[in-house]
């Protein structure tokens, strides 16, 4: 579950009406990592986040499994079993309604440190495009 919390954070930050409109009239030669790392270390935008995940989380917990059982017997070719059309995935697992708990810790951690990670990569481009050129020199010779 962890593994897809990091991306589907990363994606509902940046795909959101909200970071659009909370987006700086920037110039064109603004720095695109240096403004992810700033959104993803904002701490409003991280609890905003994690409670939107938090929320989605405990909704996905009580849908039913039964038609998503039969989506993918029907997808792979195959009966599907016969499954408890009352059954949800917080009725199969009952631990499982600790998910959401972990993932408004987890989300604003994850934010953080895919803020700094950015921030350091913008701080890296000055030194990529330079090795880029050198390799692109490099080429031409070879050539």
Do not use: C, N
């Amino acid at each position: 579950m962890r593994h897809l919390i990091l991306p589907a954070a990363a994606l509902a930050v940046f795909s959101s009406p909200a970071a659009a409109q909370d987006a700086p009239d920037a110039a064109p030669e603004a720095a695109p990592l240096a403004d992810m790392a700033e959104q993803m270390r904002d701490p409003e935008r991280q609890r905003d986040m994690a409670l939107m995940l938090q929320a989605m989380t405990e909704v996905l917990l009580d849908m039913p499994i039964a038609p998503l059982a039969e989506a993918a017997a029907e997808m792979a070719g195959e009966q599907a079993e016969k499954v408890d059309p009352d059954l949800t995935l917080r009725k199969l697992a009952p631990d499982a309604g600790r998910v959401s708990d972990g993932v408004a810790v987890v989300v604003p951690r994850a934010m953080q440190a895919m803020g700094a990670m950015a921030e350091g990569a913008e701080e890296m481009k000055p030194a990529l495009r330079s090795m880029m050129a050198r390799m692109r020199d490099i080429m031409e010779r070879a050539d």
